[in-house]
């Protein structure tokens, strides 16, 4: 029983690796997320029992491992959905003249676009509210069936699944700057126009503030559509799940 708690606990704290929120070190520091793997492995114990434990120590070593890289593959598909919206947020950020506008995002710890951190903000609080932390525990407990404990590490099924992901991220980032980026180029296509109008004009007075205003308008107005956009992403991304651990 103490090597499937072991082993349970890895794949669960393996998750909170690779999943957002869980795996931000200001939000849930290592310490707590140890505690709460610890606390979440006795309830899927029963689901995971197996005939497969390892019994020498280098086996359970290498068991545990394989564990950890399970729960960060099922962790890893939810990431590549906010990583698509703050690759969004940076695009719009630089078509807006902000490019040195940085801040340090709470969700990698390093400094990114402020735009970009605010549809990761945005993204996370709507991941809570659609119970998306409650999805990714259900998908832990469900690959169990698709992945037994201390049974041989499916790398090539674990790759296909995150490359598959994340090759799409970068589409989806692109998809969701898309109105922004294109406001974008009327404006600056409509201040190339009058600066070859009229040169004695100083476009460079008027063109970064009428970017900047035209580009938070923009931002605000397609607010809601990248809501509607993550709800679609969230209900692919629980469907690649469910696809990785046979649900």
């Not at 906010?82 to 040195?100: C, H, P, R, V």
């Amino acid at each position: 029983m103490i090597v499937l708690f072991a082993l349970v606990m890895a794949r669960v704290f393996g998750l909170f690796l690779g999943a957002p929120i869980f795996s931000t070190q200001r939000v849930m520091p290592r310490r707590i997320r140890m505690m709460l793997a610890a606390l979440i492995a006795p309830a899927l114990m029963p689901a995971a029992m197996s005939d497969q434990l390892p019994q020498d120590g280098f086996a359970v070593t290498v068991a545990i491992a394989g564990e950890l890289a399970i729960g960060f593959a099922i962790g890893l598909l939810t990431r590549f959905v906010f990583a698509a919206f703050q690759i969004a947020g940076t695009i719009m950020g630089y078509q807006m003249g902000l490019a040195m506008a940085n801040v340090i995002d709470p969700e990698s710890n390093r400094q990114v676009g402020v735009l970009g951190t605010l549809h990761v903000t945005m993204i996370a609080v709507m991941f809570l509210l659609v119970d998306g932390h409650h999805m990714l525990i259900r998908g832990l407990a469900t690959s169990f069936e698709a992945f037994p404990v201390g049974g041989v590490l499916q790398t090539g099924v674990l790759a296909q699944a995150v490359f598959a992901s994340g090759g799409s991220m970068w589409e989806a980032g692109a998809r969701i700057a898309a109105p922004v980026t294109g406001i974008m180029l009327l404006i600056n296509g409509m201040l190339g126009l009058i600066n070859r109008v009229m040169p004695q004009m100083s476009i460079f007075n008027i063109g970064f503030p009428l970017s900047a205003f035209a580009g938070y308008m923009a931002v605000l107005l397609t607010i809601p559509e990248s809501a509607s956009f993550f709800v679609r992403a969230y209900a692919r991304v629980e469907l690649d799940i469910a696809r990785l651990v046979g649900g």
